[in-house]
Each structure stands twice: as C-alpha cells, then as structure tokens.
C-alpha cells in the first residue's frame, strides 16, 4: 500500500487582484502559512503562471517550482479546466463559455476550440517540464442539454456525440501520451463525462486510451445521488487525481437534485467545507489508501456559507488528519509460529498416510 500525498491546495479559488492572492511568491507563501504542502495550479491565471513560457522553457519553469520549493510548497498539478471545456461547447453555452477564451478567438466556436486544444497541450507540455506526471481538465460537453430524455432523443444522437467528443481529445491524449503525462478529467455536472457510466462511454471510444484517467470529487456524486465510495472500488485502476471537496444533499418537499433554478445557498444539493458536509472521508481516505492511490490529496474549496480563507485553513487541517500512513506490516505479526512447506502440510493433514 502507498501513503497519500497532502495536503494540496486548488489554486483557482484563491487567485485574484489583492495581496497574497496576486503573485506567485506570495500565493505560495500563503498556502504554506495554512499548512499545505502543495498547490494545483490554474493554468489560465498569468498572475500565477505564463502558460506558453512553461511549455517551451525548462529556465522558466526550473524557476517557477524554486520559487514555490523555497516558499515550502510543491506544484503538484496544473488545470486547464477552462481550457478543456471549451474543447467541446454546444452552440446552447456559446456565449456563456465565450468568456473562458482569451479575446482574439471570442465569438469564433471553431478559432475558440483550436485555441483550447493548444492550451490544454501547452498544459502538457509544460507539465513534462515541471516534472508533473498527471494533469486536471474538463472534457467538455456535446450532449448535456439533453441530459434528461425529454423531448424523447432522437436514437443515435448521445452516441454521436461521444464518437466526436473522443475524435476530438484522441490527438490531445496522444500527445498526453508523447508527454509522460495522465489526462484526468474532472467527473462534473455540466460535462459528458459526468459520472461513472459517461466516462465509460468515451473511454469505448478510445479503446481505453492509457492516458485517460479520472479526477476523483466525492462533492458532485453526493449531488447525483451516486455511491461515491463504490466509485473508487469499480474505477480503482483509472483514478489519477483527487479533489478533497466535501457536500451536503437535503432534499425536500419542495426541491431535489435539480435544485428549483435557485441560488446556491438555497439548494438541496450544494458544496460546503470540509467537514461541514456529508461525505464520509474516512472511508474515502481509506479506500483510497487500501486502492495504492499515491497521488495528492488536494482539497479545492467551494463553500456558499464559510469565508474561503477559513475553508483553506480548517481544509488543510482536515486533510492531514484524514490522511493514512500506511501500515509496512500486519497487524498480527506479533503471533507468527513461522511455517515451512513441510508444516504447512502436516497442518493440513497431508502426511498422514
């Protein structure tokens, strides 16, 4: 068994114009202050990273990780969540998803997706260069507007829009693949690959590319209504990354999992800090642990109540008091009598005629 690494930070939440957010050495610096010992970086942020400086320069990215490395810190991921949705946009979110692409390729869906596929394997790239061998991202979506089957879907759309949806991600796993690097994809509301089923279904159609991995978030499968520990048994050997984000699911009378359109706050189903939801990350933890899961623990915060620097700093507490080291030998060691291949046999009665 491996000992999970953590605590790691989610950057994306954090980032922003103010001091310590808005600069790489203070962020970091930051985040070891909270007690972390890695940070997953935003990779469309330029105040924390210039993405196409990373992929093309070992100089660059040397400096980048001595700057988090002398701050206590380690990078032990970087996104292209927003890059990656944009991979595949139904015309429905055009001009919603518009504002994840950089200026020049707005109002362009076909310039907007070429540029998001050289934004997620610069991604790659870059990753290669900080020695990173997993990286986050969303998968996009084709077919989540007709998520629920009514009007009554025509037969073979769901399918087509898999078969695209991997023709589009088969060249970027690919190059994945060139890169030493895993492509984990968020399993997330919102995308085609939002839960167990669906990532299976691409993963058919890649004939189960090496490189396709899952980005594991007990939060958005307590809001499906879906065993989240379970998960982690059947999806052991395709688990590349772990979200710690906890959640709490109430439903009432009034509201269940599609949440009446209403604001976070009040919704059945909504994301809260650790500890303040319902998941079970003991047992998480634990099959985690017992699965040989190595990866990092990284807890991204995304709470409708508490104060983010609060959740930062209770998460980074929760995650090492979740963590397991793992055990190098049995339990009950201390009642070995020893045994040979004779005794084992006289033991069974085998030697008795």
């Known amino acids: 068994m491996k000992t999970i690494k953590g605590p790691a930070l989610f950057l994306a939440q954090f980032a922003g114009d103010e001091a310590p957010f808005d600069s790489w050495d203070s962020i970091t610096k930051w985040a070891a202050d909270c007690g972390y010992r890695g940070v997953q970086v935003p990779s469309w942020d330029g105040r924390l990273i210039d993405l196409a400086r990373a992929a093309s320069s070992m100089t660059y990215c040397q400096e980048l990780a001595g700057t988090a490395r002398e701050n206590g810190i380690e990078i032990t991921e970087l996104s292209t969540h927003l890059q990656g949705q944009l991979v595949a946009v139904h015309p429905a ?6 504002g994840f ?86 399993i997330h509301p919102g995308e085609d690959l939002h839960d167990g089923i669906t990532f299976e279904m691409f993963l058919e159609r890649l004939n189960s590319h090496t490189r396709c991995k899952m980005l594991y978030d007990p939060s958005h499968y307590v809001l499906q209504c879906l065993d989240y520990l379970d998960n982690i048994d059947i999806y052991r050997d395709r688990i590349g990354m772990f979200h710690v984000k906890d959640a709490e699911f109430n439903p009432t009378g009034r509201q269940g999992v599609y949440g009446g359109y209403q604001s976070w706050v009040d919704r059945a189903g909504r994301f809260r800090s650790l500890g ?56 009950d060691d201390f009642a070995d009598g020893g045994s040979d291949d004779a005794a084992n046999r006289k033991m069974l009665g085998l030697d008795r005629d």
């Open 276 to 331: 303040d939801g319902q998941v079970d990350f003991a047992a998480v933890f634990s099959k985690m642990a017992a699965n040989d899961f190595d990866g990092w623990a990284v807890v991204e915060w995304e709470c409708c109540l508490k104060h983010p620097e609060d959740g930062a700093r209770e998460g980074a507490q929760f995650v090492r008091d979740h963590i397991i080291r793992v055990t190098e030998k049995a339990f």
């Open 93 to 98: 979110y055009d001009t919603a998803f518009d």
């Open 101 to 186: 692409a950089a200026a020049e390729v707005r109002g362009n869906p076909a310039a907007r997706q070429a540029w998001a596929v050289d934004q997620v394997k610069l991604a790659l790239a870059a990753s290669r260069n900080l020695g990173i061998s997993a990286h986050a991202t969303f998968s996009g979506a084709l077919a989540w507007p007709y998520l629920y089957p009514w009007p009554q879907r025509p037969a073979g759309l769901v399918e087509t829009a898999f078969d695209e949806l991997a023709r589009r991600w088969r060249p970027i796993l690919d190059f994945a693949d060139e890169m030493g690097v895993d492509v984990c994809y968020e």
